[in-house]
C-alpha cells in the first residue's frame, strides 16, 4: 500500500502570515492532485501537477512538484481565513489509470483575523 | 449544473443493523468512487466503477461491505450489521471517463458524504 504522508498535521497562523504545507512518499507518482475540503462538504479539486519540477500558481497559493515526482508542496502567501479548510493532497501510481487516487493524512489549517 | 448527491446526510442506526447509502452521480460521469474518511482525516479508498468493467473492491474493509451500481448511475454502498468502528463519512465522486495520464487525468468531483453514526 502506497503511503502518502503529509506535513505538518495541523496549522494555525494568522492572516497575512505565509506557511507551506509538504507531500511526501518513497513512491514515483503519475500525477499528483492537491483538493481543499471545508467543514460538511467533499473535497474540491485546485490543481494538478504531471511533471517532475513542475511549479503551479493559484492567485496566492504555489504548488511545487519535486524533480524525482515523489513530493510535493503547497505555499500559501498572505494566508486569510478563506484559506482555512483540510489541505489533502492525492497521487495516481499508475500511468494510463486514475483508478485508485491515493489521498494523503490531510493538513489542517486554520488561519484566524 | 448539478453535482455528486449523496443520501441520507446524516444517518445514525444501532450496532447489528444494516445501512445503504446513495450516490447520484454526475450525469456523463462513468467512473464512480467509494471513499471514507474518519475524524477529518485523509481519505481511505473503497471501491471503484467504470463503465461496464468490474468493479476495483479491493478497498473494502471486509465482507460486510458491498456496493452497486446500477445502470452505470446510481451507485448504493451497504454495510451489514455495522460496528461502532465503521462510523465515519462516507464520500461519493465521479469522473469523466479516465481518456489518459498526466494533465488528462479528470478530476474527481465529491458529493458532502453521508455521515454515518453507530451507536
Known amino acids: 500500500t502506497q503511503l502518502l504522508e503529509q506535513s505538518p498535521q495541523f496549522l494555525s497562523i494568522q492572516e497575512g502570515e505565509n506557511l507551506t504545507v509538504y507531500c511526501n512518499s518513497s513512491?514515483?507518482?503519475?500525477?499528483l492532485q492537491w483538493y481543499r475540503q471545508e467543514p460538511g462538504e467533499g473535497p474540491v479539486l485546485l490543481v494538478t501537477v504531471v511533471t517532475g519540477g513542475e511549479v503551479k500558481k493559484l492567485k496566492r497559493l504555489t504548488f511545487q512538484f519535486g524533480d524525482a515526482r515523489k513530493d510535493s508542496s503547497l505555499h500559501i502567501t498572505a494566508a486569510q481565513p478563506g484559506d482555512t479548510g483540510l489541505y489533502l493532497c492525492a497521487g495516481d501510481w499508475h500511468a494510463g489509470t486514475a483508478s485508485k487516487l491515493t489521498f494523503g493524512t490531510g493538513t489542517r489549517l486554520q488561519v484566524t483575523l | 449544473g448539478a453535482g455528486v448527491s449523496q443520501s441520507p446526510s446524516n444517518k445514525v442506526t444501532e450496532k447489528g443493523k444494516d445501512v445503504e447509502l446513495r450516490c447520484d452521480p454526475i450525469s456523463g460521469h462513468t467512473a464512480l468512487y467509494w471513499y471514507r474518511q474518519s475524524l477529518g482525516q485523509g481519505l481511505e479508498f473503497l471501491i471503484y466503477?467504470?463503465?461496464?468493467?468490474?468493479?476495483?473492491k479491493s478497498g473494502l474493509p471486509s465482507d460486510r461491505f458491498s456496493a452497486e451500481r446500477t445502470g452505470g448511475s446510481v451507485s448504493t454502498l451497504t454495510i451489514q450489521r455495522t460496528q461502532q468502528e465503521d462510523s465515519a463519512v462516507y464520500l461519493c465522486?465521479?469522473?469523466?471517463?479516465?481518456?489518459?495520464?498526466?494533465?488528462?487525468?479528470?478530476?474527481?468531483?465529491f458529493g458532502n458524504g453521508t455521515r454515518l453514526t453507530v451507536t
Open positions: 513512491s514515483v507518482f503519475s500525477s
Open positions: 465522486a465521479s469522473s469523466l471517463e479516465f481518456v489518459g495520464s498526466g494533465s488528462n487525468n479528470s478530476p474527481l468531483h
Open positions: 466503477f467504470q463503465g461496464n468493467s468490474a468493479p476495483d
